[in-house]
Antibody, heavy 121, light 110 residues
């Protein structure tokens, strides 16, 4: 069974940093692209970033480009999101997501429960 | 404002059929990118409901179906049940901004 467990969230000050982790199990981690998707309180879903299975290719939403860095350690079956220069608009639940295969365009086939990141002074 | 447009809310009585629309443009749905649908029950993580326009993952009832045409897509739910009350999101890919989601639709079962 696929399982994704996020950690590392919490309270950060504006301008501060946080590093999220996502421990994956139940599948061959290195063969799947992974993403982070966030949801601000009471709002909809917003894709944040994606990384290829090997980790060699990374992609970012314009809203986080230059501030966030996605990475993965396939030996530890773990996905990361380093978040710098945080702003209040980054307050959200961050979901770790496995990308499904096939079709024309990416999608999520499994979601983690999510971890809350609150940016406030 | 979301790149994909969904109605904020829809409602229906138990046993009825409801549809949720998802309108995009020539840079996403109209460019041939697949549309996917997610269901988010209150207080839980989203769950994949329909992938690649009209495919159901294992375990999703056949009461749920997807359709895509031109720059739009729709999700149909037949034989509406109380447990279907949730938020529904469409998602595709855009050649300019990459992944895009609809703003979400709240389904209320009357």
């Amino acid at each position: 069974e696929v399982h994704l467990l996020e950690s590392g969230g919490g309270l950060a000050q504006p301008g501060g940093s946080l590093r999220l982790s996502c421990a994956a199990s139940g599948f061959t981690f290195s063969t799947y692209a992974m993403s982070w998707v966030r949801q601000a309180p009471g709002k909809g879903l917003e894709w944040v970033s994606a990384v290829s299975g090997s980790g060699s290719k990374t992609y970012y939403a314009d809203s986080v480009k230059g501030r966030f860095t996605i990475s993965r350690d396939n030996s530890k079956n773990t996905l990361y999101l380093q978040m710098n220069s945080l702003g209040v608009d980054d307050t959200a639940v961050f979901h770790c997501a496995r990308e499904g295969v096939g079709g024309h365009g990416p999608h999520v086939d499994y979601w983690g429960q999510g971890i809350l990141v609150t940016v406030s002074s | 404002q979301s790149v994909l447009t969904q109605p904020p809310s829809v409602s229906g009585a138990p046993g009825q059929r409801v549809t949720i629309s998802c309108t995009g443009s020539s840079s996403n749905i109209g460019a041939g990118y697949d549309v996917h649908w997610y269901q988010q029950l209150p207080g839980t993580a989203p769950k994949l409901l329909i992938y690649s326009n009209n495919n159901r993952p294992s375990g999703v009832p056949d009461r749920f179906s997807g359709y895509k045409s031109g720059t739009s897509a729709s999700l149909a739910i037949t034989e509406l049940q109380a447990e279907d009350e949730a938020d529904y999101y469409c998602q595709s890919y855009d050649s300019r901004v990459q992944w895009v989601f609809g703003g979400g639709t709240v389904l209320t079962v009357l």
